[in-house]
């Protein structure tokens, strides 16, 4: 999988940094192709002369000033290689770093690089217990996980420190597994196609306050946003309301109710080559929408409400949608195959996609999915518990056989 692939391996100032050499040269083995990108902190565990080296490449150790030289590099190279790499890695990735990422800071060459990538990013994070299980760096974690990029837990262990818990950088077998699954999920096979995805609930207003709508949190459609566009798909994300940054080189439109979604997709599909709808819309609105907020009335006791159906923008567009591949999802709790498979035949779908929220491992808003796929053949495979970004990829792994069929 390594062999003739170009390969950036970014170094920042961690103690796990003297392992590095040991890394690159692995990869050189495997047959990649390998460029390093170094932080003024990493020059102070392991020097620039080794991992060239070893690397058969020059390094590139700062953003503008060669300290060493005294001169001043001129050019894009941020961008040159931004789109020369198939895969960059960042490994050890500091506290600091991961912090930079997470905000969008450019202020070394690892971070400006991070941020012209048009491949895959995976940060392997390495550092003490302590600062790894800190809230703010739980929390960067989290955030540079919805900007779609890969993390490699640290492993349990005894530290430099002298403590002993989770923060030593993983094994390389580890880090070379991983780096060959992201290369082998992440080929250009949807280049030129272009894909439309919905993700989130709907909001349908009761007045200028309240709203009827459900708990999707939006993961799974902005899950396949991001792998779409990892191989090379321009992709339209039409989104309900939610909370998740938008995935790299993805272009978003924000919608709120199912009536506003509806003319979104129906206007992108027309210049797109097929649908993966996730979303999650709500099956009702209020019949009527209050101009002001409505007052609660103590002495009636409860209100009534009553309720139209929303527009089912699936079988609303399928008659439409000759020669672009179709893709639905269906959230059931119960008769679960049937119901799916219904739903399958009515909306004349090429798959659709099952998924049952009270189920360990899918339940709204977690990091993870269980799945099973169903075609209009009836065949249905069920996948078991995995990300929703691998969940994304079995998805599109069958989209990019439709496409070419």
């Keep these: ?36 990108v170094m932080t003024p902190s990493a020059q102070q565990f392991v020097t620039k002369l080794t991992l060239s080296t070893l690397s058969g490449n020059e390094v590139i150790p700062d953003t503008f000033f060669d300290h060493d030289t005294r ?31 997470a905000h969008g800071y450019a202020d070394n060459a690892v971070t400006t690089l991070a941020l012209a990538l048009r491949c895959p990013l995976i940060i392997s994070p390495a550092m003490d217990v302590d600062m790894w299980e800190h809230e703010t760096t739980q929390a960067n974690v989290a955030k540079l996980r919805e900007l779609g ?40 096979d949807l280049d030129g196609k272009k894909l439309v995805v919905t993700a989130g609930p709907t909001h349908e207003a009761i007045d200028p306050v309240r709203y009827i709508g459900n708990r999707s949190s939006g993961k799974m459609g902005f899950a396949i946003a991001n792998a779409a566009a990892l191989r090379g798909a321009e992709v339209t994300l ?70 139209k159906t929303t527009p089912d923008i699936l079988q609303s567009l399928s008659a439409d949608a000759k020669g672009k591949v179709m893709v639905g999802f269906s959230l059931e709790t119960d008769h679960e195959l049937q119901n799916a498979k219904t739903k399958l035949k009515n ?9 049952n929220p009270t189920v360990e491992g899918a339940a709204f808003g977690s990091d993870t999915n269980v799945v099973t796929i169903i075609t209009k053949n009836g065949k249905a495979v069920k996948l078991k518990k995995m990300s929703k970004f691998d969940v994304a990829n079995e998805i599109l792994d069958r989209v990019s056989k439709l496409l070419k069929s």
């Design 71 to 101: 001169t001043v590099k001129s050019g894009t190279w941020h961008i040159d290689l931004g789109q020369w790499a198939n895969a960059m890695i960042i490994a050890p990735a500091t506290a600091n770093t991961m912090a930079k990422l």
């Design 347 to 355: 909306k004349k779908l090429d798959f659709i996609v099952l998924n």
């Design 149 to 188: 990029y890969v993390i490699i837990p640290p492993e349990e262990g005894e530290l430099a420190s002298g403590l002993s818990g989770k923060g030593r950088l993983p094994e390389f077998n580890v880090i070379m597994e991983v780096l060959e699954k992201v290369l082998a999920k992440s080929h250009r």
């Design 238 to 307: 039409v989104a309900g309301p939610v909370s998740l940054a938008t995935p790299r080189n993805v272009r978003r439109i924000d919608i709120e109710s199912a009536k506003e979604m509806l003319a979104a997709v129906a206007k992108e599909l027309k210049k797109s080559n097929g649908l993966i709808m996730a979303a999650a819309v709500a099956d009702y609105a209020p019949s009527e929408v209050a101009l002001k907020k409505i007052k609660k009335d103590k002495s009636a006791g409860t209100r009534t409400l009553e309720l």
């Design 1 to 36: 999988m390594l062999k003739g692939k170009n390969i950036l391996v970014g170094v920042t100032g961690g103690i796990a940094a003297y392992k590095m050499p040991f890394f690159i040269r692995l990869l050189r083995q495997a047959g990649a192709n390998v460029q390093v």
